[in-house]
T-cell receptor, first 117, second 114 residues
Framework: AQKITQTQPGMFVQEKEAVTLDCTYD???????LFWYKQPSSGEMIFLIY??????QNATEGRYSLNFQKARKSANLVISASQLGDSAMYFC??????????????FGAGTRLFVKA | SQTIHQWPATLVQPVGSPLSLECTVE??????LYWYRQAAGRGLQLLFY??????ISSEVPQNLSASRPQDRQFILSSKKLLLSDSGFYLC?????????????FGPGTRLTVL
């Protein structure tokens, strides 16, 4: 069963506007972590932001924020004030089983973001 | 600061040939290490992970193998490559015992099997 779902294969946003990239997940583990990574055309995966399942507040890192809705099992990435350099693939990922010592992180299929000048 | 290296950056190999991809991490000790494969236009698939020297866990049965001969060195190998082994291979590390287990990735190796 697919555990990480990114329903938007591609997104367009105008430079300087905000954009939301969707991510839903499925787990029965009460302890898990959610990540967003950026992959530019060079291929390197760049860590952006992390949200723990027990965190009370939404995570923020500069222009990135994570809209965490636990009951809906969603972890959407919000990029404010988009820049041309934000054009890239974005992957949502989930790490399960922290308490059991698991190390498995699974990735969604990704969303390609295009920022228009 | 920590850095992670992978080489080679690109590789073109014939079917049936052997493979050796290397990953090294600097600036940290006893990291968790990971090998992922990314098919074109797809997400990442975890292949192997390691929590210490000589300790390898395989996630996907295939003709690939991994070894960790030194604390900060992780090697991905194959005795005979298949066409389906083509892809982008990424190595990653995380801090052992960290609560988040955030993984940091290397630049990747693009492998084409002809």
């Amino acid at each position: 069963a697919q555990k990480i779902t990114q329903t938007q294969p591609g997104m367009f946003v105008q430079e300087k506007e905000a954009v939301t990239l969707d991510c839903t997940y499925d787990t029965s583990d009460p302890s898990y972590g959610l990540f967003w990574y950026k992959q530019p055309s060079s291929g390197e995966m760049i860590f952006l932001i992390y949200q723990g399942s027990y965190d009370q507040q939404n995570a923020t890192e500069g222009r990135y924020s994570l809209n965490f809705q636990k009951a809906r099992k969603s972890a959407n990435l919000v990029i404010s004030a988009s820049q041309l350099g934000d054009s890239a693939m974005y992957f949502c990922a989930m790490r399960e089983g922290r308490d059991t010592g698991g190390f498995k992180t699974i990735f969604g299929a990704g969303t390609r973001l295009f920022v228009k000048a | 600061s920590q850095t992670i290296h992978q080489w080679p950056a690109t590789l073109v190999q014939p079917v049936g040939s052997p493979l050796s991809l290397e990953c090294t991490v600097e600036g940290t000790s006893n990291p968790n290490l990971y090998w992922y494969r990314q098919a074109a236009g797809r997400g990442l698939q975890l292949l192997f992970y390691s929590v210490g020297i000589g300790q390898i866990s395989s996630e996907v049965p295939q003709n690939l193998s991994a070894s960790r001969p030194q604390d900060r060195q992780f090697i991905l190998s194959s005795k005979k490559l298949l066409l389906s082994d083509s892809g982008f291979y990424l190595c990653a590390w995380s801090v052992a015992g960290s609560y988040t287990d955030t993984q940091y990735f290397g630049p990747g190796t693009r492998l084409t099997v002809l």
